[in-house]
Each structure stands twice: as C-alpha cells, then as structure tokens.
C-alpha cells in the first residue's frame, strides 16, 4: 500500500515456540507495512499472537523456546533478520522504541528515576554531561507531562502511581529519538480515566515528532482514538487489515464483524442479549486446517478448508473465501 | 420489603507500620454506602480501581465484616452474627469472582466442585447432588463431559461459566458479581453477560454487578451507582445516568471511554491528574483536587447524596450540582 518505500515492511514473518506437546506454530505468515509517522493498531483477543509480531520484529522472542521460521523484517530496507545480534541491539532503542504494559517491571525497582533515566539517554548519546543528561531527562519527563520533574528523578518506581510509570517509560523510549514506537497494550492495566491521559499523550508527542506506532492491543476504542491504520489478527494470522475510517465503518471478515458485534456499546439497547462468537480461539497445537476462523464461522463452506489468499485493494486487505473485494 | 437493603455501610483498614506494627493510618475503603435492591433487578457500581467497590461487595455478603453500617436481607439483619448464623444468608447470597481459575480448588474435580456445595448445607443424597451438580453444568452450557475434569483444562470464560454454575448452585435470591467479565476477551465476554441476565430472569436474582468497564454495566443493569474513593457520588437508573449524568466525575469517566465510533471526531477529554491516596483524603469532596468544576463550597464539607426516593430516584453528591449542565453535548 503506498508508493513511498516503508519504514517498517514484515513479510510472512512466521514464529513457533517450542512445548512439551511439540512445537506450536503461534505467528503464522503475518506481513504489513508501515510508513514513516504512520499508526497502526494491531488488535486481536488473548493469543493471536500481536505481542509474539512485536517479539519478532525487535527479536526479542523468548530463548531457546521461541524461533523464527521464515519471513522478513526490513526497516528502511534492512533485513532486520541478518543482522547480527550485536547490531540488532544497536536497532532497539534508537531506531525502534518499546513501552509495555507494565511498566513496573520494565523499570528496575532498585534505581531512583535519575540513574535509569541518565542510563538510557546517555547509552544513545555518550558525549553528553552528566548535568546535559539530566537537563535532558526534565525535559522529556516535562513533555510527557509529569509534574514537578526534579521531584519525582530522586522517586524509585514503586512512588509513582501506575500513570506515572507508564510516561516515566514513554519518556525513556523517547529519550532515544527512535523512529518507530512499539507500544504493547500500554493502557490495558490503567484506570479509565488516565488511560484517556496516555493516550492522549502518545497521539501528540507522535504528531509533533512525526515517529510511526504499531499500538497492540485488544481494544477497538482505543485503536479508533489513536491509530490511522489497523490490523486484525485471529490465531496467528492477520485476517484484515484497512484504514481505521474504512476497516471500522465497514468491516468485512466475518471475525472483525463478530468482534464489533459483541462489544457492549453505550448506544445498544440494554438488558438484550448481546450477539457472540460462539465457541473458543483454537490451540496453536490444534490448528483448523484452511481458514482458522471456519470451525466458529456462520457462513463457512467447504471452500473454507483451504487458506484463504489475501485478497487487497488500496483501501482494505481481507482473508476470507466468502468475501470479495 | 426489598431484597437487600443496605444502610451507612463503611469499611475501615488500618495500615500498619514501625517496628511495633502500630496503626499508623486508617484508610477507609467504603464510607457510608447505602442502597436497596429488589428481586430481579441488577444494580451497577462502577468506579476506577481502589474506589471500594470489590471492598463494597464483599462487605455486603459478611466474607469481610463492615467496620459500621446494616445489611438487611430479606428484612433480616446480617451483622454480626455467628458462622452458624451466616449460613441462611450464605446459601441465600452467592459471589462471582473475577478471577474463576483462584477461586476455584485447582486440585478438585468441576463434578467436585459444584457438589461441595450441596455438602456443606447438607442438602440431597449423594445420587441428588450428583445429578443437580450435572444440571448445572448444562445450565451453564458446559459440556456433560466436565464433570470430571480439572479447572486448568478450561478456558477462562469456560472457568467463568463453572464459577457461575458453583453460585447458582443453592439456586440463591442474590448474586455478588465482581469484575465477572473483565479477564475475558471480548467475544467471550458477551457469551457470559448473556448468560448472566438469562439467569437473573429465569430465577427472579438480584444482582450487584462491580466493574469498571461502564459499557459493561450499562447493558447489564437496571440501575447504577458510581463510587468515587469509597462514597457513592452519584446514583440512579441506567439511562438517566448515561444521558443526564450530574456528578461531573460521571461525566468525566464517559468522556474517557474510547469509542469505536470514527463517523465523529470526537477526542477524549481526560481529566488532569491522578486519584488521591485514600490514607490522605482531601478535605470536603474528595473529587475536587481533579474536578474542572471545583470551587471555594466543594471544600466546606463532604456532600450528602440527595435527591428524590423511590426505583426511580437520581441522586446525586455534589455542592454544584444543581448549577450544572453536565449532559453530553453541553461543555
């Protein structure tokens, strides 16, 4: 999609972890591009495999269990798959920020703010002061809006508040300049009301710095509020993929529709029964041959047995038999 | 007479400290909450996390006694009596847990689970108990086959549906549901919320559904209450609440919810800071150290919660409410 060459282009980008009961095959063929200052949502229920693409692309798939079978990450052009691991480190960080959804374990609870925020900023930029380094770290923790700053370097962790966390570690991922953020369900464990705050946060601070967001997670309110594009993920595959004006007003694959479906809008009538996909996500040990999505789908047939290809257009991308484009 | 009637109830924690694990601070997690409920209605509380309402809930069914305040069940007061004297109300007053997969004994079989039950009250023969405990099973829409299988075989929302099949187990008048959906993915969650208001009409059962998940509890409940740092700020029916909210925290907590709706732009408008500490409460309403609304009278004192009696009641504590224009669309 797109003339420009992306920044981010992963293509059949296929992961197995090993288990006691054999291997299991959790990412199966997942491509998407990505352009620079764009945001794509990836959204899918527990075990799609979203957090395993994120995994993949900054390889960081958990040893010796998980292994990548085949595909290509390549940013700006290169494969990010050859590259040594030495070099690979060079990547995360600079080019490609990270924040999860715990930001209580991805800080170290034994280190005051200062030290862990001087740490990251002067790994990507050696040649500052340690006083550089620190005027630095007030400026991006003012940017991403903790008040009082020169207060809270001297806190450990466990003193902020699980918002302030999460834009402690916005800001670390920033303080590299990286020019694609990954942000892994980074609002899943907040309260409502400061989740409305971070992601309101990371919308403008990716229109001021024009940097492009793979924003993973499992809520379609969140992915209408902060991404331009998205990607639909059932059991290890992308199923569709659009604009998030085009995919949300209309969406094709029978799973996106049961999805939308089954949400509990404000506007439904209350009290009703709410329309479901009946039945379970399959097991990665277990997978239905063909479609995956077939054994809970109204409308499968015995066409359904086999893979479906990825039919596009400019505007959508849908993996389904039954739908033409 | 209302199924449950519940009248000033407050929950007080001491939080201990020092070399001498002294009472270093009280923090009150429930400050004089009070409400009726009926047979066959569901009431909705909703709040962010530490608001009391997992607190409120099990304050209700006695699994953590009230520091102060009444429950009545069925007109019956249920404060400070024996184990013994609990059990009436226990086999009467059923909870949901979030988590289906802690709350239930990872080392019994589902058919032992949901005999237990039945034990405990000693109800029925071991043939009887055995064949209502697979009537459950059906009810739930699990698998004949569970019977003899361990929780860890389960998906979440099939552990659900054991969790709902133990509570429904002594065919109770009243459910406690706690976060009951909000560990599960979407497509499953909507499979349990149905489930949940088949039983309620089937069997007439009250319900005090907690969560924080607002599109959640509107679908559900009949009527709903908003907790804000262990007080009700607002109470009223689902629809009222939703279209004419009057405590601008309502306001605020539905402002934040991201739709799916891309037709209108519409961002979010999050309210600026972070809850206080409830061991270091602000003085007058707690709300406002973060309400846009805030002014000199929200100090003065804590508001009560007025307005009109009855089913239909909208209530509401706030000093500026009746100033205030806060349904959507006005700003």
Redesign the interface.
């Known amino acids: 999609m797109g003339g420009n060459v992306p920044l981010l282009s992963v293509d059949d980008l296929s992961v197995s972890f090993r288990t006691e009961r054999g291997r299991a095959a959790v990412l199966d063929g997942v491509s998407f591009e990505l352009q620079a200052g764009e945001t794509l949502g990836l959204v899918g229920?527990?075990g799609c495999g979203k957090s395993v693409t994120s995994l993949g692309i900054t390889r960081l798939l958990p040893k010796p269990s998980g292994q990548i079978d085949r595909g290509s990450v390549r940013l700006d052009g290169q494969d990010l798959m050859e590259l040594p691991a030495f070099e690979m480190q060079k990547i995360r960080g600079p080019r490609i920020g990270m924040i999860f959804q715990d930001a209580m374990t991805a800080l170290n609870p034994v280190q005051r703010l200062s030290r862990q925020m001087d740490e990251s900023i002067r790994l990507h930029a050696p040649t500052l002061s340690r006083a550089q380094a620190t005027d630095r770290a007030l400026e991006l923790l003012t940017d991403v809006g903790i008040p009082s700053p020169e207060l809270r370097l001297n806190d450990y962790p466990h003193q902020l508040?699980g918002?302030?966390r999460q834009r402690v570690m916005i800001a670390m991922a920033l303080s590299a300049e990286p020019d694609l953020l990954i942000a892994d369900e980074p609002t899943t464990a907040l309260?409502?009301?400061?989740?409305?705050?971070i992601?309101?946060l990371i919308k403008r601070l990716q229109a001021e710095r024009g940097m492009a967001v793979i924003f993973i997670t499992?809520?379609?309110?969140?992915v209408?509020?902060v991404c331009q594009r998205v990607a639909v993920m059932y059991a290890g595959r992308i199923v569709e993929q659009g604009s998030?004006?085009s995919l949300?007003?209309d969406p094709k694959h029978p799973y996106t529709q049961?999805?939308?479906n089954?949400?509990?809008?404000?506007d439904?009538v209350?009290?009703t029964?709410?329309?479901?996909?009946?039945g379970?996500?399959p097991s990665p040990m277990d997978m239905p041959p063909g479609c995956r999505f077939a054994p809970r789908c109204q409308h499968a047939t015995a066409a359904c047995l086999t893979r479906p290809v990825l039919q596009s257009n400019p505007d959508r991308a849908v993996a389904c038999h039954q739908v033409s484009l | 007479m209302s199924l449950l009637s519940v009248q000033g109830l407050s929950k007080r924690f001491a939080v201990r400290g020092g070399v001498l694990r002294g009472v270093k601070a009280w923090v009150q997690a429930v400050n004089d909450v009070s409400f009726e409920l009926s047979a066959g209605e569901t009431l909705g509380i909703v709040g962010e996390s530490g608001c009391g309402k997992s607190t409120l809930g099990r304050a209700i069914l006695q699994l953590d006694p009230p520091s102060e305040g009444q429950v009545l069940f069925q007109g019956q007061s249920q404060i400070g009596l024996s184990r013994r004297q609990l059990m009436p109300f226990r086999r009467q007053a059923q909870m949901v847990f979030q988590d289906a997969y802690e709350a239930l004994n990872a080392r019994h079989t589902v058919g032992r689970i949901l005999i237990e039950p039945y034990e405990i009250h000693g109800l029925g023969s071991g043939t009887e108990r055995e064949a209502w405990a697979r009537d459950l099973l059906a009810r739930v829409g699990l698998p004949a086959e569970s019977f003899d299988r361990y929780p860890h075989e389960f998906s979440g929302g099939q552990r659900q549906r054991i969790g709902i099949a133990r509570a429904i187990a002594l065919n109770p008048q009243l459910l406690v549901c706690d976060e009951p959906v909000s560990a599960l993915d979407v497509s499953v969650q909507s499979q349990i919320m149905n489930l949940l208001m088949d039983l309620q009409r089937e069997r007439d059962l009250g319900m005090v559904f907690i969560a924080h998940d607002l599109a959640v509890v509107k679908h559900l409940s009949h009527r709903i209450a908003v907790m804000y740092l262990g007080r009700i700020v607002e109470m009223g029916p689902a629809q009222a609440l939703f279209e004419r909210p009057k405590h601008p925290y309502t306001r605020a907590l539905l402002d934040a919810i991201p739709t799916v709706d891309v037709t209108t732009e519409q961002p979010l408008k999050p309210l600026e800071g972070d809850v206080p500490s409830p061991i270091n409460m602000p003085s007058g309403c707690a709300f406002r150290t973060r309400c846009p609304y805030a002014s000199e009278v929200c100090a003065s004192g804590i508001p009560a919660l007025e307005g009109s009696d009855g089913a239909t009641a909208h209530r509401v504590a706030c000093h500026r409410a009746a100033e205030l224009d806060l349904s959507p669309g006005a700003s």
């Open positions: 229920e527990s508040s918002g302030m309260d409502v009301t400061v989740q409305a705050q992601l309101m499992h809520d379609l309110g969140v209408a509020q998030v004006a949300f007003s049961g999805l939308f089954s949400i509990p809008h404000l439904r209350p009290l029964p709410l329309p479901t996909i009946e379970q996500v």
